[in-house]
């Protein structure tokens, strides 16, 4: 019983503190914007359902924590009505209820009346305070311990790997990958567990010359201690890893961010790329983790950071830096995909805006309300097919079967 208590807590609480600042921040993101923007707000939440704790702040915005610690919102003044999905219609019932009510200076000051820049604006701060949120965190992490650089430099070759059919050599040191400038082995894994069965080209230094070499990374399945099992592109190489081969780099403020934003781009690259393969039926959809898979990565790396760590210090600064290096790839994944042009996301809000701004109306609420239940269908729809994919990964139901034997 004591195993399964500290289980909950393992897989759990990090989780759901890491999703709350991920959600916190992309609807601060939303809220900032708006008050930019003199948008009239209503509240602020933290989590759903009823609240735990409430209180108002002086321009009467609502702050509240719901016992429902699952997400979060900002609530618009007037979105508690239809004017949620408004065409002309009701905006021009919206205007005349706030004129009666209000007066007319206060139409302004409602956020389906602003400028449709100010609405495409507060729309897509969200995502970006997301994407902001990563840069800071890699950025952050990489000013407190620095980085422990391996250079992509080939010291073995796999015999009938993908590397060896393209004649990579010991002492070839790859510098570029799809085009992509490679500066890390790490940053050569990235491209290459997501491109299994892509001919890829890659810049290789070798002696004094560059030559150019064309490999297919070939899949394979493997265990991660955090990710579990999945399938990965390989290319058969082992790198260089004597400890003359690291290279200890220290960051100002200024380098930090400025490798924290490439980490951030190339982390967004390899998502639409990813997700690109999983849509044209590429890369396997069983690839894909909901909520559940995060969880249990999340579980996963505290229990590998607490192994690892000598003592509490040691887990405190490098099990928080890990934990939060994930945080940081979830927050630029979670402002992906809320630019993705479905009803109920961001980029479905942004999609109706390119509409009105192109026919100089607003579309019709009937086909509004119809996109988001459509969207809220397709949204759930993915999240049950991930949530069957985590669940199957996790061998809950060989668990469940077994019970039965």
């Known amino acids: 019983m004591t195993h399964v208590l500290r289980d909950v807590v393992i897989y759990s609480l990090p989780c759901l503190a890491l999703l709350t600042l991920i959600i916190t921040v992309h609807e601060l993101g939303h809220f900032l914007a708006a008050k930019a923007c003199g948008v009239a707000i209503d509240r602020f939440s933290i ?23 699952l997400g979060g919102y900002v609530r618009f003044a007037g979105d508690e009505n ?16 706030i004129i009666r009510s209000e007066g007319v200076e206060a139409v302004g000051r409602y956020f389906h009346f602003k400028p449709l820049w100010q609405r495409a604006f507060i729309t897509v701060a969200g995502p970006m ?17 620095g980085s422990h650089v391996l250079p992509a430099k080939v010291a ?12 990579f050599r010991p002492g070839d040191v790859i510098i570029q990958a799809d085009g992509h400038p490679i500066r890390s082995f790490d940053e050569l894994q990235q ?18 010359q560059t030559v150019s070499l064309i490999a297919t990374p070939r899949w394979k399945s493997v265990s991660d201690p955090v990710t579990g ?10 790198p260089a890893q004597d400890l003359k081969d690291f290279v200890s780099v220290k960051y100002s403020p200024w380098s930090a961010l400025v490798v924290g934003t490439r980490q951030t781009w190339q982390t967004l690259q390899m998502s639409v790329f990813g997700l690109s393969r999983i849509v044209t039926g590429q890369i396997s959809a069983g690839q894909l983790h909901g909520p559940l898979g995060i ?44 630019l993705l042009p479905v009803p109920v996301l961001d980029g479905g809000h942004l999609m109706f805006y390119l509409f009105e701004a192109v026919t100089r109306r ?44």
Not at 55 to 67: P, Q
Not at 82 to 97: E, I
Not at 129 to 145: H, K, T
């Open 191 to 208: 491209i290459i567990q997501i491109r299994g069965g892509l001919p890829t080209v890659f810049a290789v230094r070798r002696d004094a």
């Open 82 to 97: 239809a004017a949620s999905v408004p065409d002309q219609h009701d905006l021009n019932q919206l205007r005349q209820d």
């Open 295 to 338: 969880a249990q990565m999340t579980g996963n790396l505290v229990k590998v950071s607490a192994e690892a760590a000598p003592n509490v210090k040691s887990l405190i600064l490098f099990g928080g830096g890990n934990l939060l290096k994930f945080a940081a790839i979830i927050s630029v994944g979670i402002g992906f995909m809320n």
């Open 129 to 145: 305070a997301n994407f902001l949120l990563a840069i800071a965190i890699f950025a952050s992490i990489l000013m407190v311990f």
């Open 362 to 405: 607003p579309v019709s609420a009937h086909i509004q309300a119809a996109g988001y239940r459509v969207g809220l269908a397709l949204l759930l729809g993915l999240m049950l097919f991930a949530t069957w994919n985590d669940l199957q990964q996790s061998q809950v139901f060989k668990f469940i079967g077994g019970l039965f034997l």
């Open 156 to 167: 073995g070759i796999l015999p009938g790997s993908a590397a060896a059919a393209a004649g």
């Open 47 to 69: 989590g759903f359902g009823r609240a735990l704790a409430s209180w108002r702040d002086r321009s009467g915005v609502e702050w509240r924590i719901g016992w429902i610690p």
């Open 229 to 238: 099992a999945q399938k990965v592109g390989q290319l058969g190489i082992a």
